[in-house]
T-cell receptor, first 116, second 112 residues
Framework: ETGVTQTPRHLVMGMTNKKSLKCEQH?????MYWYKQSAKKPLELMFV???????ENNSVPSRFSPECPNSSHLFLHLHTLQPEDSALYLC???????????????FGQGTRLTVV | KQEVTQIPAALSVPEGENLVLNCSFT??????LQWFRQDPGKGLTSLLL?????REQTSGRLNASLDKSSGRSTLYIAASQPGDSATYLC???????????FGSGTQLTVLP
């Protein structure tokens, strides 16, 4: 158990469906992240939340909608996705400390999303 | 914009060999550098974290070095084992939220 739990592990959805990915961290961290990992490409940062506030949206299409109700939970709401959105979606958390130091980032096992 | 490059993209070695994986980054203004391991279809497992003020970190058979001024890091794996087979990812922390920028990874295969 890594301390970061993602559900579901696998998801198949149609282009007209609405679904949500869930991430929960048990590490007491104050920052959470969504990353997308497509085949043959580096991990791409999607969203960053610090103390429940969104601090970065990396030009992500509006069909992806993040939600961070508290510092332990992060959701990614999905609607009207495209087949090219099929990928491994990874959640991570870390503890942001002032003056440039911060702890390791811990990742969940990911949700393998297939859009049909 | 920060770019992270990992060389080689793939590496196959016989069991027992010592090996070095390379990572380079274009912007030396980083907070830290982290090495991860990823098994097929799985999430990332953190291996080592080097703060920008440090030169190296060691954990078991792994040793990571950081030369911030030249924008380079290496991951040294001693006495490789088949269980070390995985993709190794390098990531640098940047920006106000310390988010990570990743390289494309090195896919390592250790042959028994």
């Amino acid at each position: 158990e890594t301390g970061v739990t993602q559900t579901p592990r696998h998801l198949v959805m149609g282009m007209t469906n609405k679904k949500s990915l869930k991430c929960e961290q048990h590490l007491g961290h104050n920052a959470m992240y969504w990353y997308k990992q497509s085949a043959k490409k580096p991990l791409e940062l999607m969203f960053v939340y610090n103390f429940k506030e969104q601090t970065e949206n990396n030009s992500v299409p509006s069909r992806f909608s993040p939600e961070c109700p508290n510092s332990s939970h992060l959701f990614l709401h999905l609607h009207t996705l495209q087949p090219e959105d099929s990928a491994l979606y990874l959640c991570a958390s870390s503890q942001e400390i002032p003056w440039g130091l911060n702890t390791e980032a811990f990742f969940g096992q990911g949700t393998r999303l297939t859009v049909v | 914009k920060q770019e992270v490059t990992q060389i080689p993209a793939a590496l196959s070695v016989p069991e027992g060999e010592n090996l070095v994986l390379n990572c380079s980054f274009t912007d030396s203004a980083i907070y830290n550098l982290q090495w991860f391991r990823q098994d097929p279809g799985k999430g990332l497992t953190s291996l080592l974290l080097i703060q920008s003020s440090q030169r190296e970190q060691t954990s078991g058979r792994l040793n990571a070095s950081l030369d911030k001024s030249s924008g380079r890091s290496t991951l040294y794996i001693a006495a490789s084992q088949p269980g070390d087979s995985a993709t190794y990812l390098c990531a640098v922390s940047r920006g106000s939220a310390r988010q990570l920028t990743f390289g494309s990874g090195t896919q390592l295969t250790v042959l028994p």
